[in-house]
């Protein structure tokens, strides 16, 4: 059977030229026109073929779900994922989906309908019944029950990491302060290595945690050191929390490093212009998102992808909080 | 002439099923496939329209091209780019270009062959023999010379406003700092202002300025402070470069504000946990965005979008450092 390639070549055109005529779009001179059409009927071809292969045509698009993607951590994720899909010719569309479930399910439609090739998606909504197991996607930091690909930095590691630094630097009394959000994320496990380390230390830490949406409210830390005032170790779940936590310690005069030592998670400062440059345990998140595109990749090649929770080792970073 | 939605209504059954058996596409019960063919034969429908349809459905795609979406101005502006495009239906695609013409041609290719509708783009690569004047493309800061549509802040307007700010803080001796980009980028703008604004008051501000690049070198501000000790206002032409420069003056023991008083531009910060808070020209980056994309979505439609450059107004945000 004939392709569009034949047609072209016979009518000495260009592919995307036959491509105008046989879909009326575009401008084609009159002459050039007839040249197509004529070498159309010479070879039988049917164009109905372009609709099929044009259909057929794999998507090479990756649909990326973020929470929103003006935050540090999410930007940085965004620019090694896009530079990861590049390379293997792969594009990049972007949703900010923060609080919008509605708006995650349009695009696990379009990958259905076969427009994205691939989704990588860091969700906190519940979605889950919503979406199908075998379907392209990986997920960062957040579990589904679903045995869906999941790539996060070892939280668990982390937090195990930030205890002992804490010791290291003096803390006697060492604190976690977090929240509980609304479905399980792989970040909880931050806890669980800060706490499971403190008893191989015999140490009983502080637990302080609030509901969801709790680390945006400055009265927080305030009730926490006012509940807390012998804590001088301090883990705090994110960086923007231990930044609040900084600024909130500074109002009732305790001083960091000197009075308690504080500890983040991320690693969302680039630049050492800013301060507290704060001591972390810095998300790998280029080797994340790498992980995650090549995951996905497998998955949309249809290959078996076995792990189900990818890992990638964290460090400690110190900075000016320790 | 019949239409899918016809054949769909006769075989009581959804389009995208008659699409999938045109298309022999997905699967579709041999049952199902039988009704559907006899529907496409009873009223003669011509699947080839749906090719043509398909061909024809305007792409409902905007390309974003940005030098690093890993940059906060950037990732704000992306925000609130795809928050106005979702409002009117469309997706983002995303593309980090920073120092890759070719990465940016590639999306220009794209958008003639109907794959994306229109092009947002900050760039500052010379790719300007290669567009045509005529597409839908909106561009963010960077002038061209041809007549391609472009939102920026009022630069100009800026720099005035930072002289004065400078001058009511107590300045005498006011500097501008910057660099001399590569391409002519509306953001030069800033300093004509600032110069300008000077000479109303019957200063001769000092200029500083070094090639491109020179901001991101420590050792750039440092020459500065030698050759200038007696400057004690500084408007830096980002906060970025604002921000290294008072970690440089510190390490010559010039304090900000009580020796010099610094103002950036752009407004980075968006919590005021990490200091110094700077005092900063703002960039209305949602306003900004949200204008590009109403400008892109009415030349997508053929409308005559007549203003070449449309600068939107700037304000000063007081912080820490003057």
């Known amino acids: 059977?004939?392709?569009?390639?034949?047609?072209?070549?016979?009518?000495?055109?260009?592919?995307?030229?036959?491509?105008?005529?046989?879909?009326?779009?575009?401008?084609?001179?009159?002459?050039?026109?007839?040249k197509v059409l004529a070498a159309i009927e010479?070879?039988?071809y049917v164009p109905n073929e372009v609709a099929r292969n044009f259909k057929m045509q794999k998507s090479k698009m990756v649909a990326l779900l973020l929470p929103s993607i003006w935050h540090p951590f999410f930007s940085e994720l965004a620019y090694y994922i896009e530079d990861e899909l590049d390379r293997h010719g792969f594009k990049l569309m972007l949703c900010n989906s923060g609080g919008k479930p509605e708006k995650e399910l349009y695009y696990f439609d379009m990958l259905l309908q076969n427009k994205v090739a691939g989704v990588v998606g860091i969700t906190y909504n519940h979605i889950e019944d919503?979406?199908?197991?075998?379907?392209?996607?990986?997920?960062?930091?957040?579990?589904?029950?679903?045995?869906?690909?999941?790539?996060?930095?070892?939280?668990?590691?982390?937090?195990?990491?930030a205890l002992r630094?804490?010791?290291?630097?003096?803390?006697?009394?060492?604190?976690?302060?977090?929240?509980r959000p609304v479905v399980y994320s792989d970040t909880m496990q931050r806890k669980?290595?800060?706490?499971?380390?403190?008893?191989?230390?015999?140490?009983?830490?502080?637990?302080?945690?609030?509901?969801?949406?709790?680390?945006?409210?400055?009265?927080?830390?305030?009730?926490?050191?006012?509940?807390?005032?012998?804590?001088?170790g301090l883990f705090a779940i994110t960086d923007m929390a231990a930044?609040?936590?900084?600024?909130?310690?500074?109002?009732?005069?305790?001083?960091?490093?000197?009075?308690?030592?504080?500890?983040?998670?991320?690693?969302?400062q680039d630049h050492p212009y800013f301060?507290?440059?704060?001591?972390?345990?810095?998300?790998?998140?280029?080797?994340?998102?790498?992980?995650?595109?090549?995951?996905?990749?497998?998955?949309?090649?249809?290959?078996?992808?076995?792990q189900e929770t990818v890992r990638i080792p964290v460090q400690f970073r110190p900075g000016e909080t320790t």
Chains 1, 2 share one sequence.
């Not at 630094?165 to 929240?179: I, Q």
């Not at 191989?200 to 305030?222: M, N, S």
């Not at 609040?244 to 983040?264: H, L, N």
């Open 1 to 34: 059977m004939s392709s569009i390639k034949d047609v072209a070549s016979l009518a000495g055109v260009a592919v995307g030229t036959v491509s105008r005529v046989i879909n009326n779009i575009g401008s084609v001179k009159p002459h050039t026109r007839d």
């Open 42 to 44: 010479q070879l039988n």
């Open 130 to 161: 919503e979406v199908s197991a075998d379907i392209p996607l990986v997920s960062i930091d957040r579990h589904f029950a679903k045995a869906i690909t999941c790539v996060t930095s070892d939280n668990y590691e982390g937090g195990r990491i």
């Open 165 to 179: 630094e804490l010791l290291k630097a003096g803390a006697k009394k060492p604190a976690f302060l977090g929240s």
């Open 192 to 232: 669980e290595g800060f706490v499971h380390e403190a008893a191989l230390h015999g140490i009983d830490p502080i637990v302080y945690e609030g509901p969801d949406k709790c680390l945006d409210d400055a009265g927080f830390y305030r009730a926490f050191l006012e509940e807390h005032a012998d804590a001088d």
């Open 243 to 268: 930044a609040m936590f900084i600024e909130a310690a500074k109002t009732v005069g305790r001083r960091v490093p000197e009075d308690v030592k504080v500890i983040g998670y991320d690693g969302i």
């Open 275 to 306: 301060h507290p440059v704060l001591s972390t345990i810095r998300q790998p998140v280029e080797e994340m998102a790498r992980t995650a595109v090549k995951l996905l990749l497998k998955k949309i090649d249809g290959d078996h992808v076995g």
